[in-house]
Every structure is written in C-alpha cells, then in structure tokens.
C-alpha cells in the first residue's frame, strides 16, 4: 500500500506540471485531494494496516499530501502570471529595452523660420510680430497702394470687412513699427500670410519673414551685403546669388534675389525651369511714399526691406517639390525633419 501510496504522489505530481489551465489543476485537485479523491481515499485505508506500518504510512502520505498542495498553489500562481501578459512566461526576456513612446518635434516650417530668424538677429535685427488681421491701411494703402492702384490686382485678398484683411503679405509689418518707432530700424518679422490661391506651389496660407532696416545713409550696398550674407549663411557660401530689377509699389528701385538652382547647380532643370537660377525673396529700397505715410521725411532717412516666403525656402533648402506637403500632416512626411 505504502508503493500505491507513493506511486499515485507521483502520478499527481507529473499531472500537474503538465496542467494548462486553472481548470484542469482544479480538477486535479478534486481527483487527488477531494473528498473522494485517491489519496484521500488511500489515507482512510490507514485502519486497515498492521498496527506498526501505520505511523510511517501516515507520515508519507501527509508528505505527499503537502506536497501535492504546494505544487498545486506553484502551478496557479504561474498560470495566472501568464494570464497576465508575456513578460513572466518561459522564453521571453523580460529585461529586453521596451518600446519607446516617439519624441515628436518643430514642425519644418517652423525650423525653417527659426532658422532664418537666428541669420538676422546674429545680425542686429530684432523679431517683430503682428496682427494677421488688418486694416486695408496697413497691407495697402500706406505701401503705396492707393484703392484704384492696379497694383492691387497682385493680390488676392480674403475680406473679413470692407477695410478688414486677412493681410496678403508681412510687409503690414513696415508701417506698423515705424509707425509706432523713430528711426533707426532693424527688424524683421515673420508670420503668416494670407492669399485666395490653391494648388501645389500656392496655399492660401503660407509663412513669411519680413525684413526692415532704416537709417541714414542705408544704401542698395548695404540691401546686397546682408541678402547676400544670408543666402550664403542659410543655403551654402558657394551659392551664386544675383539682383533681378522688379516692381513693388512700396519699393523703389525693386529686386528681386535669385540664387542659383540648389537641384542642378545651375545647369538648367525642371525646378529651375531651365533657368538655372530659383526666385527666393522680393526686396527694395523704401519708396519715400511710405515714409510719408508713416511720418518719416524721405530727405532724412532711407531703407530697404524685403520679404521672403518660408515655405518656399523649406522646400528649396529640403528638395520638397509640393507645397501642400507642409499642410497635410502626413507623419511619414513630417518625420523626415
Ligand atoms: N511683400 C512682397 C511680397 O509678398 C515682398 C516684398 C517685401 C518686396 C518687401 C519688397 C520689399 O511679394
């Protein structure tokens, strides 16, 4: 009886390990300890041994019996770990690195501006900011736009009132800090600009950096000398950079900066239009109309100013060739930044 006694241990032991689930080690349990159960039922055979086989008998079998509890409690607790979640079951590393959550960052037309900002400021400009809704005065008629200008015919404008824009370019800027400043002035001021125009080179809002320097004396040199600066600190010092005359009312003489196409090196390609030179920013020496306007005498101060698009920076310094990219907030876009 003591070998059934061990032997049905055994077989409890072995059914145990090899239990799958909660239920199985409970039915093992009723099997083997239960009221009915082998070795309860082996254990009530105890009266039946000779007098002096009990004691040892009795021994081993409560043996077995602790035993059999203990690994049964062992197995449920396991289970249960692997119930919930990988990281206790055999086989798997729990200390392997887990997976971090990504960092996200600026957006690229943000870096962009920040980038461009810190050029002008290592330069003695200060950033300037203002409103993106504004009076017809400020994005018009103070730059020399007078209501029948045809100029006007440049720009296509969302109206929020009569007099009320949603400004078409940062140049608002010029009026507003030098009507409020006394010369001199070295600003520049970035933000957003507003246009009725849609598709893969124009939204109809982009980003701006608008650049203002007033004093006596300011020259067209000194306009060339920090456009070109900046060209060479943002792009590369080898760009070729060149002064193509141009038109805006509020500048006089006008320019517009090329440099050459960043995509083929000058050669002449499709971004360049076979050109081999790509248009990044509008630029001119103050028009005294707008001093007038802003209470400055054109015979005591000159300036220059200039205005620049970001996007179209980004896109140039990033090979990007649609605009609408910027705007999608497509995360495999955006992650290459
Ligand atoms: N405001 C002009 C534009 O949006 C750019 C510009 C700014 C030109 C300053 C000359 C001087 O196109």
Redesign the pocket.
Known sequence: MLEELKATGEAALADIAAAADGAELEQLRVRYLGRKGELTLLLRRTGSLPAEERPAFGQTANQIKKKLEAALAQAEASLAGRAQGPAVTAGVDVTLPGIKPRRGHLHPVTQTERAILAIFERMGFTVVEYPEVELDWYCFEA?NMPPDHPARD??DTFYVEEQVVLR????TS?IRVMENTPPPIRVVAPGK?FRRDSDATHTPMFH?V???MVSEDISFAHLKGVLIDFVHQFFSPEVPVRFRP?F?P??EP?A?VDIGCVVCGGGGCRVCSQTGWLEI????M?DPNVFINVGYDPDEVTG??????IERIAMLKWGINDLRMFYDNDLRFLRQF
Do not use: D, K, P, R
């Not at 078409?168 to 140049?171: E, F, M, N, R, W």
């Not at 920013?281 to 001119?284: K, N, P, Q």
């Not at 220059?304 to 698009?309: K, L, N």
């Open positions: 730059l440049m720009q078409t370019h940062t140049s010029q600009a701006q608008e650049g203002l141009s805006f509020f500048t006008s517009e920013l509008g630029s001119g103050v220059f100013a200039f205005g620049m698009g």
